[in-house]
């Protein structure tokens, strides 16, 4: 059982920058593919970026040029750098880790609010 403890979420106003950061629990943090989705009010949850462990990076086309994910495999922590954020930026993000063959195991941290207005 892995545990995600996401924070560094808040009220920001357009423009600003927010750094997120997710703790793991898991003693194999390496071996674990990452990622952020996030969940606006209404909508559907949207993946925003990944980080494999061979280090590839993606992103959803709206934060391109904008979020920067990455990770500390000593701290067993991710983030995800958040500069020129958007009103629509808005909404709860989450951490994710997953575990490929012959694991095969999800795990989402608990979410953290990001808010973005004047």
């Known amino acids: 059982q892995v545990q995600l403890v996401e924070s560094g979420g808040g009220l920001v106003q357009p423009g600003g920058s927010l750094r997120l950061s997710c703790a793991a629990s898991?003693?194999?943090?390496?071996?674990?593919?990452m990622g952020w989705y996030r969940q606006a009010p209404g909508k559907q949850r949207e993946l925003v970026a990944t980080l494999t462990t061979g280090g590839n990076r993606n992103y959803v086309d709206s934060v391109k040029g904008r979020f920067t994910i990455s990770r500390d495999n000593a701290k067993n922590t991710v983030f995800l750098q958040m500069n020129s954020l958007k009103p629509e930026d808005t909404a709860v993000y989450y951490c994710?880790?997953?575990?490929?063959?012959?694991?095969?195991?999800?795990?989402w941290g608990q979410g953290t609010q990001v808010t973005v207005s004047s």
């Open positions: 898991a003693t194999s943090f390496t071996f674990y593919n």
């Open positions: 994710y880790a997953h575990r490929g063959s012959p694991y095969f195991v999800d795990y």
